[in-house]
């Protein structure tokens, strides 16, 4: 079965300092890969979403990047966090090809201070 | 006007009770309908996935797609306590990887 895994679960960051948080799948390969951030009581936003190595599409404008370098790993990057940036960011991998079901990973709590 | 509207809630039910939670849409071209539970300080997860308009059963929950209308509909029947979550729709035109969320209903059920 497919397992997807987000670290860390908890990060607490100053302003301007950087971020790294990595997702990674198992048990599928070549699936599409999602990062979102859900603010609280609101909706899920679609960050970036990737559909190969290489392979990034970014959907709003931000001081936010991501980047694939493996298969089944998804990395979300900053050179500068800002406070604007905290938020519960989602990690999900969808099979692809027709299947549009997306399955989501824990999860990271980030709170820039 | 939103994409996809979700009355937040709260909605408090006692065990056992019947909950109807409900997205309403304005993109006519929405094609593919889930509908994710989330559990504080957790991931969605996939409860429940249909296409075009129609029902889907699974155990006690219900899924319903009425497209002429813009409007999707979650049934649970004898709902648990463990039934106690935040409820989020979804929906997508096709396979192009943009899903729309709705804000998702936050659900109690008492014992």
């Known amino acids: 079965s497919q397992t997807i895994h987000q670290w860390p679960a908890t990060l607490v960051q100053p302003v301007g300092s950087p971020l790294s948080l990595e997702c990674t799948v198992e048990g599928t390969s070549n699936p599409n890969l999602y990062w979102y951030r859900q603010a609280a009581g609101r909706g899920l936003q679609l960050l970036f979403y990737?559909?190969?190595?290489?392979?990034i599409s970014s959907e709003v404008p931000q001081n936010l990047s991501a980047s694939r370098p493996q298969d089944r790993q998804f990395i979300l990057s900053s050179k500068k966090l800002l406070l604007s940036d905290s938020g519960f960011y989602l990690c999900a991998w969808s099979p692809g090809l027709a299947v549009n079901e997306q399955y989501f990973g824990p999860g990271t709590r980030l709170t820039v201070t | 006007q939103k994409e996809v509207e979700q009355d937040p809630g709260p909605l408090s039910v006692p065990e056992g009770a019947i909950v109807s939670l409900n997205c309403t849409y304005s993109?006519?071209?929405?094609?593919?309908f889930m509908w994710y539970r989330q559990y504080s300080r957790k991931g969605p997860e996939l409860l429940m996935y249909t296409y075009s308009s129609g029902n889907k059963e699974d155990g006690r929950f219900t899924a319903q797609v009425d497209k002429s209308s813009k409007y999707i509909s979650l049934f649970i029947r004898d709902s648990q306590p463990s039934d106690s979550a935040t409820y989020l729709c979804?929906?997508?035109?096709?396979?192009?990887?943009?899903?729309?969320f709705g804000a998702g209903t936050r659900l109690t059920v008492k014992p």
């Open positions: 979804a929906m997508m035109v096709g396979n192009n990887n943009d899903m729309r």
């Open positions: 990737s559909v190969g190595i290489g392979q």
């Open positions: 993109n006519s071209a929405f094609q593919y």
